[in-house]
């Protein structure tokens, strides 16, 4: 889908007239101020300025010049794609249910069935505890095709359209990579090209992975090992990047006493960075599946547990806003477990 960035700039004039009768001012008209954007909507755009939309409908202060590359439409910063489907976030269920997530339709069911995943996967699990094979984790790129990690260390590639799989040819376990998660980020900001960033390594993405990356645009599915996943958690994080060139992880704390959270990794280094946002104020329950995107300025994690004996799974999807780290429930009791996410670096991004 195509973002088309449409700015209607409206100057309110006004009208200062003098009279020719010894220069006397006879007064002055000036015409009310034009409403320029809808204040319920949020932020507008005035050019390629995201701004404020001030109470009486006029452009308010500027929140963030758009960058190159960049297009403000609809209040936010987002860059121009071509392939259809780019904007919205997929997902991936353990019963291999491909779905588009459209935040758009909340609080109604924002999930749409594309269609069941045939992938021709081959050897068994190796997935520790795994006991059959399902998908792992998942990102999708700028072209409109999603990459699929299935518990067998394969990736495919997934029709956004159709779930018809093709087989990507990954070595498994090349670069001591077998299981990760997944997610592309923009080499520059508001950039046209990118990468996919892997997190992880070992046979279930134990903590301390590493973070990794493959040059899908270029052809090289042999990983790249930028550094050690530094940040201390249960497991390796699941991932998802932005048209902002950053890089976003997820890690389910289950056994510590902090909540689960998100935090930004150096794309150079595989350390923490910046601000963390919590899931919550306490480490969540045994977990099942978890999978995390971002779209429209919220993290969208989406969080399988289970009770002390691995039973009774709630599924559930779970926001934070970025600008100001709210953190919402948003669904529960699903009826999958979903176990992969991605969303392209074309999905709208608001930086505040």
């Not at 009768?21 to 015409?31: L, P």
């Amino acid at each position: 889908m195509k973002y088309l960035a449409i700015a209607l700039v409206v100057a309110a004039c006004g009208a200062h007239e003098a009279t020719s009768n010894g220069g006397a001012d006879a007064g002055s008209n000036v015409d009310a101020p034009t409403t320029q954007c809808d204040p319920s909507l949020g932020n507008a755009c005035n050019g390629n300025d995201v701004v404020t939309c001030n109470p009486d409908g006029t452009y308010g202060s500027v929140v963030q010049s758009c960058a190159q590359g960049f297009a403000c439409s609809s209040g936010m910063c987002q860059t121009a794609c071509t392939a259809d489907g780019v904007d919205l976030v997929y997902v991936v269920d353990e019963q291999n249910d491909f779905m588009s997530f459209d935040p758009r339709l909340l609080p109604a069911n924002p999930f749409t069935k594309i269609g069941t995943l045939n992938c021709p996967t081959t050897g068994g699990t190796i997935q520790q505890g795994g006991t059959s094979v399902t998908p792992f984790s998942m990102s999708v790129d700028r072209d409109g095709v999603a990459w699929v990690l299935f518990s067998t260390g394969q990736i495919f590639n997934v029709s956004l359209t159709t779930a018809a799989c093709t087989s990507a040819g990954n070595t498994v376990g090349a670069s001591s990579m077998e299981l990760f998660g997944m997610g592309f980020s923009t080499d520059t900001m508001g950039g046209m090209t990118e990468k996919l960033f892997l997190a992880g390594g070992g046979n279930n993405a134990q903590p301390n992975g590493k973070l990794a990356y493959d040059d899908t645009h270029g052809g090289d599915l042999t990983p790249t090992v930028v550094g050690t996943l530094s940040a201390q958690s249960d497991y390796s994080p699941e991932l998802t990047g932005t048209n902002e060139a950053k890089l976003y992880g997820f890690y389910p704390e289950v056994t510590t006493n902090k909540p689960a959270y998100v935090q930004e990794i150096d794309k150079t280094s595989g350390a923490p960075t910046g601000m963390v946002w919590n899931l919550g104020s306490g480490p969540l329950s045994t977990v099942r599946d978890w999978a995390f995107a971002q779209w429209g300025g919220t993290f969208w994690v989406f969080v399988t547990t289970t009770d002390s004996n691995g039973q009774n799974p709630n599924s559930t999807v779970r926001s934070i806003d970025r600008a100001s780290g709210t953190y919402t429930v948003v669904l529960q009791d699903l009826p999958y477990n979903i176990d992969g996410a991605g969303v392209s670096t074309c999905a709208p991004t608001v930086i505040q």
